[in-house]
């Protein structure tokens, strides 16, 4: 919306401040400026100039002539001209030698077509009143010789350029803008809708409204008389232009004129095009209709049309029909104005990717009262200015609409802002946006039908139950009739708003909001966050991949036809038919997506990721059951849905490939291998505060001498390892890759709560080291496992520092090498005591896994 400074100060008394002061003011108020454009400060030395004679020059290939033009000075100034819309004793504007024009474009005396040229006769264009203009400007008669022309005609002034959301309508016009400034510098607000329409004298055109959710409001009132070929004055034009529109004739430009002042957009009909009575309905199959620019439409059912009895005249609200066009014998006009559906409006106007002034005005919501108001001032324009004679009768078209009433406590915008307002001021914010307000009797809210302050309330439901939740006993409440000017005042949130930003947002303290009681991260979501940092801190990225699986990747992973993981759900609609599965593992889109880095030259890769996997249960139905909106499901019939639901756990996932300790100037690396996989699944695992127990187990898509099955107790909560020879081939991979796949939701219930921290012993620590002999095919975690127990409450820790195999240990034999440490809570233990403790743990480990103490 672009606003001319000189029209804006018509409506509100502005003290001496600039147009950047007023913007400031405006952007404080909510309104975003786009920039601030100034016109005609530049000009200079342009004066009213009379012609007293003209001399047309022969010989040129276009009309060239020399006149004789007075200036007010001792006599008369030659200037060559190559326009002909002007004659001898016109008033013209005049560039003298010196004279500066818009663009910096100067003027000087020079010899031109043979004749001496000094100074120049000026056109709308030249003085930056429009883009374009077909001759020079002619001045009305008796415009005094002379006489600064920037200053008579008011060419100065400067344009604020705003962007108007989708929430402030009201801000698309002068009237919008000027209340905003008015409010903003607290002068003087002057409504250009207080005008007086003369009392109806009967109906005007015959008009009636079909379809009362397209349209609720239509006014009709006729000019007769009028002379289609008056010019539009050289103020409105300049306004016009000014303001982001082109002058294209006198009556256009007054329904343009009004609907930038007013808001309300209006259109013109000729009435002599006109048959039968005007309707306002929706469009019947079929239908078409050529618009003013040309283009035959096929309208839509929910089109809203303007009709008589030829069909549509108008698409409503978005632009007139070609048919019922002005033209120049125009004689009698039907001006309308109407209150259209906002949300039919901004369908229409999208269903025909046709966006017009008058669409953007009504999808953001018009003044429901403008239409008797805006008519009649268009009315008064047309007879003022075209000579025609205004028709004692009004059309009036109407269906009632209840008006919006809102009940808000009197403090709620301060508790909204955490700052004070008080009573007064509330009150006087609201009412400086147009709110009529009352005090409400009760303490509580009213629900939607009652009365709120005497005045019935029929609201927004929605609006009512806010209220009613707002509202405590003793509660200061406050009745509210928002203005037909802000359809989109609708509950107290909204009112709190209006208040918060006419006090101004700077204002706000910076204050933190309270935590309500019991929010902040449940425990699940606490562990899922504890175990992405641990994974990254022990060295892997993080990805989020698509959870999608194609049967390609069952096969891929080796798993067999009765693996429960082939069960998936089927997506209705792919994004992909290569992957139309819900992923029931996280392994494939890890794998994909350490192939991608590999083939980008980052061999050296450690991905994780945490994400849900679905899985179906065998009876589920294919498909889940359509309930219909008409009321609530039944038990049976929320329950059939829920068995048509696949389980969704929560899942973790990793993969390594490449060195896991880089190499470099300290020395060789170390490459990732399956070991480092069951190290993943430890950390994830100790951040739920569970041991995992490692076991050999054979699961694809692991190598089946390299695979760990991982157990918290007696539940099985994932697998790691290194992965098949045949996976590894099917998907491209590195060499040995690794992986691991862990179930969060399964260790959730086995964690010990929030985190004790541990008492510690001031006394020393006492370390005894066992080297034990055991089968090559013996699990460590069993020996080790036997170990804790058989060292009892003294162990502090256990280690594994070496493992060996060769001749010293045996064939088909290995030696594990433990670091023991023992510690009392409250004395220093003796040798006897932790040599005692060794010794029953090296007999428990010999019980159950056959161990001997290496050299025994």
Avoid at 130 to 157: F, N, Q, Y
Avoid at 295 to 312: F, M, N, Q
Avoid at 455 to 476: E, F, N, W
């Amino acid at each position: 919306m672009k606003v001319p400074l000189s029209w804006l100060r018509e409506y509100v008394d502005l003290p001496a401040v600039t147009a950047h002061e007023i913007a400031e003011k405006l952007t404080a108020a909510g309104l975003k400026l786009e920039s601030v454009i100034s016109y005609g400060h530049d000009i200079k030395n342009v004066v009213v100039g009379e012609v007293l004679s003209i001399e047309t020059l022969e010989g040129f290939k276009k009309p060239i002539r020399h006149c004789q033009v007075e200036v007010g000075e001792a006599a008369p100034r030659e200037i060559v001209c190559g326009a002909t819309n002007f004659e001898a004793g016109d008033r013209v504007p005049v560039a003298l030698p010196g004279a500066v024009l818009p663009g910096g474009f100067e003027i000087a005396s020079r010899k031109t077509y043979g004749r001496l040229s000094d100074g120049m006769i000026c056109s709308e264009a030249e003085l930056g009143v429009a883009d374009s203009s077909p001759g020079i400007l002619v001045l009305p008669a008796g415009t005094p010789i002379g006489a600064d022309v920037v200053e008579l005609l008011g060419l100065r002034d400067d344009v604020i350029e705003l962007e108007i959301t989708p929430d402030i309508g009201y801000a698309l016009s002068i009237r919008g803008v000027a209340r905003e400034a008015a409010t903003a510098f607290d002068s003087a607000f002057i409504d250009p809708s207080d005008v007086s329409p003369p009392a109806p004298a009967g109906p005007s055109y015959p008009a009636s409204i079909a379809d009362p959710s397209a349209c609720d409001r239509f006014v009709l009132r006729e000019v007769r008389g009028f002379d289609p070929s008056a010019p539009s004055p050289l103020w409105m034009r300049a306004r016009l232009a000014r303001a982001g529109m082109r002058p294209v004739s006198l009556a256009v430009d007054v329904t343009n004129y009004v609907m930038l002042e007013l808001g309300q957009p209006l259109h013109a009909f000729d009435a002599a095009k006109l048959t039968g009575e005007i309707v306002v309905r929706r469009a019947e199959p079929g239908e078409t209709l050529e618009t003013l620019d040309h283009v035959v439409r096929k309208l839509h059912p929910d089109d809203i049309l303007i009709t008589d009895g030829s069909g549509a005249i108008s698409m409503a609200g978005t632009m007139g029909g070609l048919h019922t066009e002005i033209s120049d014998a125009s004689a009698d006009i039907v001006i309308e104005a109407a209150h259209f559906s906002a949300s039919g409006t901004a369908r229409m106007s999208r269903r025909h990717n046709l966006v017009s002034e008058a669409s953007k005005r009504f999808e953001r919501g018009v003044d429901r009262e403008l239409p008797l108001y805006a008519s009649w001032r268009a009315a008064r324009l047309l007879a003022e200015l075209g000579g025609g004679t205004i028709q004692p009768g009004v059309t009036h078209a109407e269906v009632e609409v209840a008006p919006v009433h809102i009940a808000i406590p009197s403090d709620y915008p301060g508790r909204v802002a955490g700052t004070a307002y008080d009573r007064e001021t509330v009150i006087r914010r609201l009412e400086q946006v147009g709110c009529a307000v009352e005090a409400a009797t009760g303490a509580t809210a009213p629900a939607t039908g009652g009365t709120v302050a005497g005045t019935a309330a029929t609201g927004d439901p929605a609006s009512a139950g806010i209220a009613a939740r707002l509202a405590v006993t003793g509660d200061d409440m406050l009745a509210v009739t928002p203005p037909s000017w802000r359809p989109d005042l609708t509950d107290p949130n909204d009112l709190a708003e209006e208040v918060i930003r006419l006090e101004g947002y700077e204002n706000l303290p910076s204050i933190l909001p309270a935590a309500p009681a019991g929010a902040g991260l449940s425990e699940s979501q606490r562990l899922r966050r504890r175990v992405g940092r641990a994974l990254a801190a022990a060295g892997y990225v993080e990805i989020l991949a698509y959870p999608f699986n194609g049967e390609r990747d069952f096969d891929n992973l080796q798993l067999p036809a009765s693996d429960a993981r082939r069960l998936a759900v089927r997506l209705a609609n792919p994004l992909s038919e290569d992957e139309p599965l819900m992923r029931t593992t996280l392994l494939p889109g890890l794998l994909k997506t350490l192939v991608r880095n590999v083939g980008r030259g980052f061999g050296d890769v450690a991905l994780f990721e945490a994400g849900l996997v679905y899985r179906p249960s065998s009876d589920a139905p294919a498909v889940a059951p359509v309930l219909g909106v008409d009321r609530r499901p039944s038990p049976e019939e929320l329950a059939s849905i829920e068995s048509a639901l696949p389980a969704q756990p929560l899942r973790v996932g990793a993969v390594l490939a490449g060195e896991f300790e880089p190499s470099g100037w300290w020395g060789r690396g170390r490459a990732a291998g399956w070991a480092d996989a069951v190290e993943a699944a430890r950390v994830v695992a100790a951040e739920a505060g569970v041991t995992l127990d490692v076991r050999a187990d054979r699961h694809e898509p692991w190598h089946p001498g390299r695979c760990a099955a991982l157990y918290a107790g007696d539940v099985l909560v994932g697998h790691a390892g290194e992965l098949h020879p045949r996976v590894v081939e099917a998907y491209g991979l590195p060499p040995r890759t690794c992986a691991m796949e862990l179930e969060l939701t399964r260790l959730e219930p086995l964690t010990a709560g929030p985190p004790q921290a541990p008492a510690i012993s001031a006394y020393p620590v006492a370390g005894q080291d066992v080297a034990l002999i055991v089968d090559a095919a013996t699990p460590v975690a069993t020996v080790e496992a036997a170990l804790r127990e058989g060292a009892g409450p003294l162990l502090e820790s256990i280690r594994l520092f070496d493992v060996y195999t060769g001749a010293q240990a045996g064939e088909g034999k290995k030696s594990l090498a433990y670091s023991l440490r023992f510690r009392a809570p409250d004395r220093t233990l003796t040798v006897e005591e932790t040599t005692a403790a060794r010794d029953a743990a090296v007999a428990l480990a010999g019980e159950r896994a056959g161990a001997r103490l290496r050299g025994v």
